[in-house]
Nanobody, 123 residues
Framework: VQLQASGGGLVQAGGSLRLSCTASERTLRSYVMGWFRQAPGKEHEFVASISWNGRTTTYADSVKGRFTIFRDNAKNTVDLQMNSLKLEDTVVYYC?????????????????WGQGTLVTVSS
C-alpha cells in the first residue's frame, strides 16, 4: 500500500490545518489508520488512530480536543483536522496503515507508511 500524505504548510499559532492521506492503488477500507509525527532525531510519536469503519478513534493526550481524525472510505481518504495549533506541533506528520482489528497506538503495529508532510507553526 502506497500512502500519500498532503496538506502540511505554514500556519500561525492558534490556526488550523487539515492533513489528508490517501492511497492510489488500494482501498484503505480494511485498514486501521493512524497519524504520527516525528521531530528530528526522535522516534515517531503517536497522534491519532481510527478504526476501519470510523466508529472508534483514539488520540494522544497532547492533541486531544484539538485534533480530529476522520475517514471517508468512499473517497479513500483519512484526514487529520488540526485546530488551535501550537508551536510544539511543528514537526513532520506521517500517515500509516495497520492490518489490525482495533485502533492502534503502537508504531510497530503499522505495516505501511506514507511520506511525511511538514507542519510549521509560527508565533
Amino acid at each position: 500500500v502506497q500512502l500519500q500524505a498532503s496538506g502540511g504548510g505554514l500556519v500561525q499559532a492558534g490556526g488550523s490545518l487539515r492533513l489528508s492521506c490517501t492511497a492510489s492503488e488500494r482501498t484503505l477500507r480494511s485498514y486501521v489508520m493512524g497519524w504520527f509525527r516525528q521531530a528530528p532525531g526522535k522516534e515517531h510519536e503517536f497522534v491519532a488512530s481510527i478504526s476501519w469503519n470510523g466508529r472508534t478513534t483514539t488520540y494522544a493526550d497532547s492533541v486531544k480536543g484539538r485534533f480530529t481524525i476522520f475517514r471517508d472510505n468512499a473517497k479513500n481518504t483519512v484526514d487529520l483536522q488540526m485546530n488551535s495549533l501550537k508551536l510544539e506541533d511543528t514537526v513532520v506528520y506521517y500517515c500509516a496503515a495497520a492490518q489490525a482489528l482495533v485502533v492502534e497506538r503502537r508504531t510497530n503495529k503499522y505495516d505501511y507508511w506514507g511520506q511525511g508532510t511538514l507542519v510549521t507553526v509560527s508565533s
